[in-house]
């Protein structure tokens, strides 16, 4: 996605080059200035140090002292001394004169005679002293002591000045200067380069982009975050929640678990299919998944550049697709069974027509009339047990579809369902998932059931309410369920089936999915008749149920068949009625 330039740097790495070369500058400058000026300020300590050495070592000498007292004219003796001296001790002047300042040495032969230039009041007093001052030779660190007769306490009879030229300091201070310029120089070059590779990197990293388009981009990210629908979720290398939108919260479940981000996937209480899903460093393409409240499909991609950095996670939530195509199914089956049971319907119309053709009216009117009797036999039953309008509908489809399977599918004589009965919180779409599945997965076991040679297959549904609850069972005289698989056969992707064109495995993890969202309970049992048995159980409000007559005319339910007249490998005389061909 490209951003619009907006008017400035054109990086942020060129904006950080500049700023960090200017920093490195103007500190390496300090240094230098700093280092300048400390080594200047030592070196004219030195050059005091050594000037007043010097000049003590001349005032002490006994020779010195001898010629100033005996000699009539001292500078013939003290010049020659002063200028060996100079010349071993590395100093610009020595000038020795009398307390009056007049001078007996000078490098310059033509200033002796002459007065001294500087200071002697301090040395007059006894003092040695030093100075920074301008003289004949131009400025210089200078220092002044005393030449006394007799040692320490004796009368002072001269004194003596030596001298470093200022010139002379800057000159040493230079070779100096030079070399930490140097140092400063290949520092300066040093920290340029480490700037601009660092800030190389940071270029790549942030694509050129100045910190205004930075700041623009993320604010596009966040307002596309939160406008999206679908859910977003970005784990890091640990599997840690590093990002989630809005839209992801809500289909996760997980809007009242506070702060998730930096969490680890595993801490977030998902179900552990979705989250070994998550947790998988293979990526996933539209699997689907099965939360508390919702059906999700679920993509997940890999974030790695030599090393794996992370993963994106997309969600997308289908449970009202799932839901459409459950019905779709239900829908193209009974477009199934209609176009059997016209088929049907056309060959029996044929023998009432050949029958009439071969003057047979009685027989024809037998055969219609049997016929009519035995579909409106089996609706006023389904009727008269299950009046709920949904539930009957359901139970008179799936019984024209069953019947094109070779599957008898009956309703057992103690259901009683009002119609009314069933609570607003309780909408048809999820009795008719959670039946219609039952059904679906009873009808598939009992027809392995006749394929495997197994005998007669037969599937009783009971709908009643009972203290309270609303009860629906479904058994099958199919294979059963091994009991070790009890709580397997309800998660999403179990199938002892094999894998159809859609996928196996979806819909008892579909039926638990709409059992737990009403707070329900849903077993499975082995059935009377060797078949498996599922059990769900709903709570309703507790209200007043209406007395309803029972089917038997007596004040009591009829008594659940008997296992014998369910389990027989025959078909029953007094079973009920199944529509041939599956007429409704």
Wanted: glycine share 10%.
């Amino acid at each position: 996605m490209r951003f619009p330039r907006v008017p400035g740097p054109r990086s942020l790495a060129a904006q950080l080059f500049a700023m960090q070369a200017v920093l490195i500058a103007v500190v390496v400058a300090g240094c230098a200035l700093f280092t300048y000026l400390s080594d200047r300020s030592q070196a004219e300590d030195a050059a005091g140090r050594q000037a007043m050495a010097v000049a003590r070592s001349v005032a002490d000498s006994p020779s010195v002292r001898e010629a100033i007292r005996t000699a009539p004219e001292p500078t013939t003796l003290l010049q020659p001394y002063a200028l060996q001296v100079q010349h071993h001790t590395d100093v610009d002047f020595i000038t020795i004169m009398n307390p009056e300042g007049i001078r007996w040495t000078h490098p310059d032969e033509e200033q002796i005679g002459q007065r001294f230039l500087g200071h002697r009041e301090r040395a007059l007093r006894g003092e040695s002293f030093t100075e920074v001052f301008s003289g004949t030779l131009g400025p210089s660190v200078r220092a002044v002591t005393p030449i006394r007769a007799d040692g320490a306490d004796g009368e002072i009879i001269g004194l003596v000045s030596a001298g470093i030229r200022v010139e002379e300091i800057t000159a040493r201070v230079q070779d100096q200067v030079t070399a930490l310029f140097g140092v400063a120089a290949g520092a300066l070059a040093l920290g340029a380069i480490g700037t601009y590779v660092i800030n190389a990197r940071l270029r790549r990293h942030t694509h050129g982009m100045n910190a205004a388009e930075l700041s623009r981009m993320h604010d596009y990210h966040q307002a596309a975050l939160h406008a999206v629908r679908e859910g977003l979720l970005m784990l890091d290398g640990q599997y840690r929640v590093a990002l989630m939108n809005d839209g992801g919260r809500e289909l996760l479940g997980v809007l009242d678990k506070g702060e998730v981000v930096g969490r680890s996937v595993a801490e977030l209480g998902l179900p552990a299919p979705l989250t070994g899903a998550l947790l998988s460093a293979e990526p996933r393409v539209d699997e689907v998944h099965l939360t508390a409240d919702r059906v999700l499909v679920v993509n997940t991609s890999p974030v790695s550049s030599g090393e794996r950095r992370g993963t994106v996670v997309t969600l997308r939530d289908v449970t009202e697709l799932q839901s459409l195509m459950g019905e779709l199914d239900s829908e193209r089956g009974f477009t199934q069974a209609l176009r059997s049971q016209a088929h049907e319907a056309a060959n029996r119309l044929h023998t009432v027509v050949s029958l009439i053709e071969l003057d047979r009216a009685e027989e024809a009117v037998d055969f219609a009339t049997a016929e009519l009797e035995l579909a409106q036999a089996l609706t006023d039953q389904v009727v008269a047990a299950v009046s709920e309008p949904v539930l009957a509908a359901l139970l008179l489809g799936k019984t024209a579809q069953a019947n094109e399977r070779g599957v008898e599918l009956v309703v057992s004589e103690d259901s009683s369902l009002d119609d009314g009965l069933l609570p607003d919180t309780l909408p048809s779409r999820d009795l008719v998932t959670i039946l219609g599945n039952l059904i679906d997965n009873a009808v598939d076991a009992a027809q392995g059931s006749v394929e495997g040679g197994m005998g007669a297959s037969r599937v009783t549904v009971t709908a009643l309410t009972e203290d309270s609850l609303l009860v629906l069972r479904v058994s099958d005289t199919g294979a059963g369920v091994d009991p070790a698989h009890a709580e397997a056969v309800f998660q999403r992707g179990f199938t002892t089936k094999p894998a159809g064109p859609g996928g196996r495995g979806l819909g008892l993890a579909l039926v638990r999915q709409a059992v737990a969202r009403h707070d329900g309970t849903l077993t499975v049992a082995e059935a009377a008749c060797g078949g498996a048995e599922f059990e769900v159980r709903l709570p309703l409000p507790r209200v007043a149920a209406p007395v309803v007559a029972p089917p038997n005319g007596s004040g009591r339910h009829a008594p659940v068949r008997s296992s014998t007249a369910e389990c027989t490998t025959e078909p029953a005389e007094t079973a009920e009625p199944a529509l041939p061909g599956g007429d409704v």
